[in-house]
């Protein structure tokens, strides 16, 4: 059988509160990941942190975008993954990681933090205002972070299973919804969430990345009503452009653009995500990058 690659799929439990996802992975990691020389740990947290995205954002049915980003000022600076869903296009991913030194691969990715924060940006495409929430860095994996991070900003109940082996990453949710959000389909079966949750588990991370999803929760939940819903896909996009570029490069200020300019005689810019490569000489710095060209101040050049 086929397995769902780049795939997230909906599913639920029948006259209960619970519902869930499934995603898996791999081509849309390996296209955002393979320009990239990450260290294999960072590669595989990225992997996990991407599969976790696509996984909030079927559970917040955000139209938009979510950026969640694992900042520490240890040897680990930065993992950051961003997810853009719009109605009828595949969900859209990007992902990268900055860090000092040599990653051990045997290394739990959360020792190599320190003073570490979470946070996730949603920005709705309909006009609605970005939120950003920042929460502390708690537990010692990407799950139990976002197990906590969905029980104390949504408060609802919240499981997450997530894995990845470099090439492939795969996660399940599950979730309780609050009672009153579904009053008129909840039959009476308070075992239900930690019936589900026990059962789910039990997962192994050889299941999670590489059974079929109707063969993943008949094997899980077999003696559940289940309700698979239609798998959506995914794929890895960057949406950088010269522009996009053009405006980070402003930010830096005249003066600094000066200096590069006047060392490197051109400015040059590696997307950080796709590796695209933009460069800007010194005409296009003063058209499109420098708000105050003095005239009667010309730039240092010495
Ligand atoms: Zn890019």
Known sequence: ?????????????????????????SLTLQMALNKQNLPKRLRQSLGELMAASALLS??????????????????????????????????????TAKWTGDIDEQQNVFDLISQGQFIITLDPKDGNQAHQGIVPL???????LL???MLRSEQIDTRIWLCCDGETAAGMLLQKLPETM????????????????????????DELLNLPAETLLTRLFHEEDVRL?????????????????????????DEELQNILAEQGQIEVNC?????????????????????VDASSPAKVH
């Not at 059988?1 to 992975?25: A, C, H, T, W």
């Not at 710095?285 to 708000?291: D, E, G, R």
């Open 147 to 149: 197990e906590n991070y």
């Open 58 to 95: 079927a559970t917040l049915k955000m139209n938009g975008s979510i950026v969640l980003q694992i900042q520490s000022k240890g040897a680990l600076k930065l993992l950051v993954v961003e997810c853009t869903s719009d109605a009828d296009t595949p969900l859209r991913m990007r992902a």
């Open 229 to 253: 819903f239609t798998a959506s896909n995914t794929q890895f996009y960057c949406s950088c452009s010269r522009d996009s570029v053009a405006g980070m490069l402003r930010m830096l200020g």
């Open 1 to 25: 059988m086929k397995k769902n690659q780049d795939s997230l799929q909906r599913f639920i439990f029948e006259s209960s509160p619970v519902r869930g996802n499934l995603v898996n992975l």
């Open 138 to 144: 708690e537990g010692d994996n990407i799950a139990t």
């Open 272 to 292: 950080d995500f796709c590796n695209a490569y933009y460069a800007f000489d010194k005409v296009d710095a003063t058209q499109f990058l420098m708000a105050n």
């Open 182 to 205: 579904n009053q008129t389909t909840v039959q009476q079966d308070d075992d239900i969430w930690n019936r589900v949750g026990h059962l789910a588990s039990t997962v192994t991370h």
